[in-house]
């Protein structure tokens, strides 16, 4: 299991799974404090199409009017679509917003966007605007996805494949330019090689469909792991490279007569209390959490099970963090719980435990 990674500046807050985990942020907007929330998960592999299994409508078109609603925060807007990837929008088409105030790009009448619309949870039409998803035409990043999106209309019986190569985990570290990134299919011998630009980006000519192992040359003493993605047809993968830790704390649980204890829940939380993730044995009383980076660990297990346990994972100042009832290697008060130093890349993997008889 990896550690889910997200920014310490930020409040991660964790419902039943990590599946539903979400970052809260809390900003002052005209003298207002308001609550933004997002999505805390991440990953190196995403779908850099339009997203028609998402949104309703995907298209560039311009903010024709802006209307407050009435005991609300949100607004609504007529959008006039001019090039569309998804769905069939009218013109002119009302969308309501979805935390307006917590928009990550003003939004001006005239202003011409990249919309992702989608259906809310009353089936009105939304924009999210604190997602990114959306933005005008004047960045960087909604050009190139607007290039992307033409290029894929086109595009026929080949495939796209980008990304961008970063000095570190992505999600907090910076990009890499002029990074030599080589894409090989296996199976036909074939290598494709270019080059990220100044944002650390990259993309190859259209592929052909199949799989690409993806390396990047070596950059001074650092060099970003391996990956892979597997090109289909009219379709684009955004693949990021990057260079994950590879620390690992893993072992067994026995119960005292010997036989493996399943289904036990534990716990790995950073010494200085700033993150923790969740895990489980499974039916042989093992357990394994890798990709960890280099710190101070505490290891605690939910035995005997208490009833106000919650699995996930977080990070930043503050946490709850769940009740674990005992602590490696065999005591019931924390601070005297052995606390396990994981070096760079350093594999602990016979942290071995014995339950308590009860």
């Known amino acids: 299991m990896r550690p889910t990674r997200i920014f310490h500046a930020l409040l991660l807050a964790i419902t039943a799974t990590v599946a539903h985990a979400q970052i809260l942020e809390t900003k002052t907007v005209n003298g207002k404090e308001i609550m933004c929330a997002r999505s805390g998960l991440s990953s190196s592999l995403k779908d850099c199409g339009p997203g028609g299994?998402?949104?309703?409508?995907?298209?560039?078109?311009?903010?024709?009017?802006?209307?407050?609603?009435?005991?609300?925060?949100?607004?609504?807007?007529?959008?006039?679509?001019?090039?569309?990837?998804?769905?069939?929008?009218?013109?002119?088409?009302?969308?309501?917003?979805?935390?307006?105030?917590?928009?990550?790009?003003?939004?001006?009448?005239?202003?011409?966007?990249?919309?992702?619309?989608?259906?809310?949870?009353?089936?009105?039409?939304?924009?999210?605007?604190y997602t990114g998803s959306s933005g005008s035409i004047t960045n960087a990043?909604?050009?190139?996805?607007?290039a992307t999106y033409r290029r894929l209309k086109t595009i026929g019986s080949l495939g796209l494949l980008q990304g961008s190569v970063f000095h570190g985990e992505y999600i907090e570290s910076a990009t890499i330019p002029n990074a030599l990134v080589t894409a090989a299919n296996p199976r036909?011998?074939?290598?494709?090689?270019?080059?990220?630009?100044?944002?650390?980006?990259?993309?190859?000519?259209?592929?052909?469909?199949?799989?690409?192992?993806?390396?990047?040359?070596?950059?001074?003493?650092?060099?970003?792991?391996?990956?892979?993605?597997?090109?289909?047809?009219g379709v684009c993968w955004d693949v990021s490279l990057d260079r994950e830790a590879h620390g690992e704390i893993s072992g067994r649980i026995l119960r005292a007569n010997?036989?493996?204890?399943?289904?036990?829940?534990?716990?790995?939380?950073?010494?200085?209390?700033?993150?923790y993730t969740t895990l489980q044995t499974d039916g042989d009383g093992r357990f394994d959490s890798y990709a960890y980076p280099p710190g101070k660990y505490i290891l605690g297990v939910n035995f005997p099970p208490n009833p106000t346990w919650f699995n996930g994972s977080g990070a930043g100042a503050?946490?709850?963090?769940?009740?674990?009832?005992?602590?490696?290697?065999?005591?019931?008060?924390?601070?005297?719980?052995?606390?396990?130093?994981l070096n760079p890349d350093q594999k602990l993997t016979n942290i071995n435990i014995t339950l308590p008889t009860h």
């Open 318 to 341: 503050d946490l709850k963090l769940p009740p674990a009832s005992w602590f490696y290697p065999g005591v019931q008060d924390r601070s005297h719980a052995t606390i396990l130093t």
């Open 141 to 146: 990043y909604i050009q190139r996805e607007v």
């Open 188 to 233: 036909s011998g074939i290598s494709f090689t270019t080059t990220t630009d100044a944002e650390g980006h990259y993309e190859f000519q259209p592929l052909t469909p199949g799989r690409y192992n993806l390396t990047v040359a070596p950059i001074g003493a650092y060099k970003a792991d391996r990956s892979y993605a597997n090109v289909e047809a």
């Open 53 to 129: 299994d998402v949104y309703t409508y995907v298209f560039t078109g311009t903010i024709a009017s802006i209307a407050p609603i009435p005991n609300s925060d949100e607004e609504t807007l007529q959008l006039v679509p001019d090039e569309v990837f998804v769905g069939q929008p009218p013109t002119p088409l009302t969308v309501q917003t979805e935390q307006a105030l917590c928009a990550l790009t003003p939004i001006h009448v005239g202003d011409r966007w990249l919309f992702r619309i989608y259906k809310g949870q009353k089936k009105s039409l939304v924009i999210g605007l």
């Open 258 to 275: 010997g036989s493996p204890a399943t289904n036990i829940d534990l716990v790995i939380i950073d010494a200085d209390n700033t993150g």
